[in-house]
Each structure stands twice: as structure tokens, then as C-alpha cells.
């Protein structure tokens, strides 16, 4: 880890610190990374991933009597905690958080922090931004992080993790950010304290205990906690199997939109959203090479194993892709998940040898 500061920027209004823009492996590392290099804190992409946790697992399947079939979730990314925040308390950083009532407030607010050279995470609606289309109407006011690096003209520079930076107006940024009403029009920055980033090898571990607490242990407190980790790994793998209740995937995915739903949501869940490729693993396995090099934490073999849980979860997402057959999708997934879970289970085993010895 570095501190620098980067050059001048060649897009009029974006500021002058912050690092080029493009797509991302996860995008809610990336974005983390950009704010620090704005700061002056340079690390990977795949640092700013462990960092701030990295990987995770939730799997939740929701019923609402309005809806054909059950909705599917699964998070493979560290949750609940915003990313941003979790990656500044492991490197001793300051987030600033300043939240409005209403728009016209809130935009004055972020024009003051562009104003001082400092970029600013917003968490929108990510259907109100107009490059984001046909999104369904139930993730329609779902948080979506971006970041605003800059301002030109009558247009704010959006990252949203894309080839470039995105053009919106104050307006149209506002009725997204209006979309996530539990946010109150946070605009929220990162600052470096006097003493400088915390030191990396104490920042590491603290990330990787966390994620080893997620997934072994409470993370909310409450009952929705057996979705989480490990023992959603299990709940999963479990209802997959199920052909006699309810519960299980044949009776709540057996066929029709529903079993098209779930096939997506597979697809989708394991590569793109709440998470990137191969469940985030692949990239949470560069965090702990990086780290072992880095630092004296001995993480090379928990990096084989979140590589190999990667492939499993590629796996997965290849039988879902390809299927037209519930009952030999649901046979399919239901071995991987199997294997799956004896593979988290010794990553999550070596992690913790790694930050307790």
C-alpha cells in the first residue's frame, strides 16, 4: 500500500486527483479504490475487495401473495455493512457522512464537497439512472452505489464502474437518489487523519477476521442470521435437494417463470450482483496473495481454496445458464452446492488459522 496523489484529469469539471474510470471486476471495490486514490491511498482493486470484507453468503427466498412465484437472493460479498465504510475502519480512515432532507439541500452539499477536490459516493435507486434500463420493478429502489467526480456545467460525472463516466443532470441525479429513501441524500466522503493509513498487515486482519465471523457466526443478531454464511451455505444446499416439502426448490422453482427466475437469478447473483465472478472469490483469492506477500499473515493456501470454491461456483452458474430441465438443474446444483460447502468450510477453517496464529 502507497500513498501518492495522481496528476491531472482530462475530462473538464472531474477532479483533478481521481483515477481513471472503466469498468470493474466488483464494482463496489472499485469504487472503493478510486476514493482512496483521490485521497492518496493506492491499493489494488482486489485489496480494496478484502479490505473491506470481501467475501460472504446470504440466501434468502421471499413470498409475497401478489407475486407469481418466491423471489430468490443470494449475496456472495460481504453484507450487511456499506462497503466503503468497512474498508476506512480496517485502514483507520475517516468517512464523512452528511445527510439532507430533501434534494435541493443535499446537491448543495455535494457541490461543496466537488468544489474541495473531493470526490463523493452517493447511494441512488438504481432504476432512476437513466442508463440503467428495464430494471424490474421490485429492485427498482434497491441501493446502488456510484461516485461523483466531478461537475461540468449543468452535469455531474457519474462512475458507475463503466467504459467512461457517465453525464447526468442535477435533476435526474436527484430523483435517483430520491428512489432510496433510507439514505437521506447521504453524501458521503473519505479523509486520510494526519496520522496516515492505518498499517496494512493489522488492516488485513481485521478484514479477514471479519469475514471469517460473517461466515461462522451472527452477523444481525436475529433469526434471519441462519441465511447467512456457512449456515446459508447449508440451507441452500439443503433446499436445492428437497423434492418432499415445500421448502425445497421443486416445489418453489419446479417449472414455468419461476424455474426461468431462479436460473437467472443463479446467473446473475453469482457473477454480477451482490457480488462479482465465481461467487467474488476469484478476486478474494488475488486479496490473499497479495496479502501473503505483503505481509507476514500466512494466506497462500486459503488463496487455493477461495480459488477453488470460484471454479465450483463458475460451475454453478454454467448449469444454470444451460437449463431446460428443473429436476437435472436442481441434481446438478444440488451436488455442486454439496461441494461447495466442504470447500467453504476448510477456506473458511484456513482464514482463521491464518489471522489466530
Known amino acids: 500500500m502507497t500513498t501518492s496523489q495522481r496528476p491531472g484529469r482530462r475530462e473538464p469539471g472531474l477532479i483533478a486527483a481521481y483515477p481513471d474510470a472503466g469498468p470493474a471486476v466488483h464494482r463496489e471495490s472499485a469504487l472503493a479504490q478510486r476514493l482512496l486514490a483521490t485521497a492518496g491511498v ?20 421471499f413470498e409475497y401473495e401478489a407475486l407469481p ?19 476506512a475502519e480496517n485502514l483507520g480512515l475517516d468517512v464523512n457522512g452528511r445527510t439532507s432532507s430533501a434534494a435541493r ?9 466537488l468544489a474541495a477536490g473531493t470526490p463523493a459516493l452517493l447511494t441512488v435507486g438504481r432504476a432512476g439512472l437513466p442508463w440503467h434500463e428495464n430494471v424490474s420493478p421490485l429492485e427498482a429502489q434497491d441501493p446502488h452505489s456510484v461516485v461523483v467526480a466531478g461537475r461540468d456545467g449543468d452535469e455531474y460525472l457519474v462512475d458507475d464502474c463503466d467504459e467512461s463516466l457517465r453525464r447526468v443532470s442535477p435533476a435526474a441525479l436527484a430523483e435517483a437518489w430520491a428512489l432510496h429513501r433510507k439514505g437521506r441524500f ?123 470454491s470460484g471454479r465450483l461456483w463458475e460451475d454453478v452458474v454454467e448449469v444454470a445458464a444451460s437449463a431446460v430441465e428443473p429436476e437435472r438443474a436442481f441434481a446438478a446444483i444440488g451436488d455442486l452446492a454439496r461441494s461447495l ?7 473458511v477453517a484456513l482464514l482463521g488459522e491464518a489471522v489466530t496464529d
Not at 42 to 61: D, H, P, Q, R, W
Not at 105 to 113: G, M, P, Q, R, T
Request: hydrophobic share 45%; with cysteine.
Open 42 to 61: 493506492e491499493v489494488s482493486e482486489a485489496m480494496a475487495c478484502g479490505l473491506g470484507g470481501g467475501i460472504g453468503f446470504m440466501y434468502a427466498v
Open 186 to 308: 447521504a453524501v458521503r466522503t473519505l479523509a486520510v487523519p494526519a496520522g496516515g493509513p492505518a498499517d496494512l498487515t493489522a488492516a488485513v486482519q481485521s478484514a479477514v477476521t471479519t469475514a471469517v465471523a460473517h461466515m461462522t457466526g451472527p452477523v444481525l443478531g436475529n433469526a434471519f442470521d441462519v441465511n447467512f454464511g456457512l449456515s446459508g451455505l447449508e440451507k441452500w444446499a439443503s433446499e436445492v435437494a428437497d423434492d418432499r416439502t415445500r421448502r425445497g426448490w421443486r416445489a418453489r422453482f419446479g417449472g414455468g417463470e419461476a424455474f426461468a427466475h431462479a436460473m437467472r437469478r443463479v446467473v446473475d447473483c453469482f457473477t454480477t450482483q451482490y457480488g462479482s465472478r465465481g461467487a467474488t472469490r476469484p478476486l478474494y483469492a488475488e486479496f490473499l496473495r497479495e496479502a501473503d506477500d505483503a505481509t507476514p499473515l500466512e494466506l497462500g493456501a486459503a488463496a487455493d481454496a477461495a480459488d477453488e
Open 105 to 113: 439541500a443535499a446537491l448543495a452539499k455535494l457541490d461543496a464537497a
Open 341 to 347: 460447502l466442504d470447500v467453504e468450510r476448510r477456506l
Open 69 to 87: 412465484h418466491p423471489l430468490l437472493t443470494f449475496v456472495t460479498q460481504h453484507h450487511p455493512r456499506p462497503w466503503v465504510e468497512e474498508v
